[in-house]
């Protein structure tokens, strides 16, 4: 079983560079997250996808944008990548009451 | 305003001893809670859980406990082995079956062998 799958596992990017994060599960599940982790800091919610057509804010959204394509993919796009935006993103994705499912995450460097 | 608060942000223990780690929570609607471990270059993959009609949960070696009315809960590893050595995070959310999780900020674990 695939689980929650995330492309790609690395990437750098300059500033001002634009990239799509992948993150596709096979689990059937309704909601799907995106989160990023920093030092110090934990895992912070980036944006939210509660259901197939739905995307919420979490609580550090700014400068990323976020597509629930189907079921199945949730992708979050950097338009204009930053240097506060190198981090670890972990895509994740559940269904009522189960916990969480994550992806082995991206580490995004930008320079 | 964090809602899921671990201090104590690492913890060095020997191999066979107990590890316990704490989390303390703000909001008095949360009624499930989680533990999560976290080995470096992975995501983080569930752990234990708890509900709030419950003061225990016990799977293995590890145990968590929850105070209600301290709003804390802890997680025991008896007894702690090499490959405990991870970041631990402690999630909580409001109604079962929510849909969204408040995470704390993690605690690594070391376990010496």
């Known amino acids: 079983n695939a689980g929650v799958t995330q492309t790609p596992k690395f990437q750098v990017l300059k500033t001002g560079q634009s990239m799509t994060l992948q993150c596709a599960q096979d689990m059937n599940h309704n909601s799907m997250y995106w989160y990023r982790q920093d030092p110090g800091m934990g895992l912070r919610l980036i944006y939210y996808?509660?259901?197939?057509?739905?995307?919420d804010k979490g609580e550090v959204p700014n400068g990323y944008n976020v597509s629930r394509l189907n079921k199945r993919e949730f992708s979050l796009r950097l338009e204009s990548a930053a240097p506060s935006q190198t981090s670890v993103y972990f895509c994740?994705?559940?269904?009522?009451?189960?916990?969480?499912?994550f992806g082995s995450g991206t580490r995004l460097t930008v320079v | 305003d964090q809602q899921v608060k671990q201090n104590s942000p690492s913890l060095s223990v020997q191999e066979g001893r107990i590890s316990i780690l704490n989390c303390d929570y703000t909001?008095?609607?949360?009624?499930?809670f989680l533990w999560y471990k976290k080995y470096p270059a992975e995501g983080p993959t569930f752990l234990i859980s708890i509900s709030s009609i419950k003061d225990k949960n016990e799977d293995g070696r590890f145990t968590v406990f929850l105070n209600k009315s301290a709003k804390h809960l802890s997680l025991h590893i008896v007894p702690s082995q090499p490959g405990d050595s991870a970041v631990y995070f402690c999630a909580a959310s409001a109604e079962y079956g929510n849909n969204r999780l408040a995470f704390g900020k993690g605690n690594q674990v070391v376990v010496i062998p």
């Open positions: 909001n008095s609607m949360f009624d499930y």
């Open positions: 996808s509660a259901s197939e057509g739905t995307t």
């Open positions: 994740a994705s559940n269904r009522g009451a189960i916990g969480y499912t």
